[in-house]
């Protein structure tokens, strides 16, 4: 498709240290002052994870999720971003979140809205209907890999890297906030970047508080730091290929009760 000439039309620089942090973020950096940027832009996030913010919850059950919406000029726009840092420097530690490849996110949407990435983060840009038309023909998303080999990887750690006083500080925490029923754990490789640890937890209830496990796992980190980024993600909130990957090939570390 063509994009129009000021597209992207909204970029906001905020100077912040860690930034960039994968190919997204360098690709958003490169794109300040050049509207050309926006099929490339589309084509990195094509093969991206996004971090969604979740402030009502949601999940398989309840049919759809409940997504925050913002409108500029008129339009509609569901707010994504690039990583979790850009997620926590915005949106803080208090709210939930699902993590999703973009495509198939974004096939989820209706057709009347946009997306807007990283809105207030380091660098920002609204993709319009069209662009996110353009991002759901894409034909691969990040989990089904590529002709060069797969982008993302999904793993248990070895049993000499399993970090099992980490787990053990995990699951006493989690014991103690009441709410979780279980956890499991496993490392994700994107592309050629060092790997993070995603901890999935099962909470007791939809109405459960999620700032309590979130608040558990910082603790944990605290006892027993891992030598990876951690990521939370919530396996009865939405269904994404890391929750369901979780769910269908790792046992739990911690289940309430044993």
Known sequence: MDFPAD???????????GWPGNELEEVLSASLGVPQAGARIVEVLARSFVWVPLPEGGGPQSGQLDLPTMEFDGQAYVPVFSSEEQFRQVVGNHLSYTIAPAVEFARGLPPQIGLALNPDGVVGIPLPPPAVAEL???????????ASGA????????????????????????????????ARRCLATIETADPVMFIGVELASWEADRSLPLAALGRALTKAPVPWPVNMVFLDVAQDPVGDWLREKVRPFYQQGY
């Open 7 to 17: 597209f992207p039309a909204q970029a906001y620089p905020h100077g912040h240290g």
């Open 136 to 146: 759901c023909r894409a034909g691969r998303t990040p989990l089904d890999g590529s």
């Open 151 to 182: 982008r993302v990887r999904l793993y248990e750690p070895d049993w000499q890297d399993d970090p099992v006083d980490f787990l053990a500080a995990a699951s006493a925490e989690f014991a103690g906030t009441g709410v979780v029923l279980s």
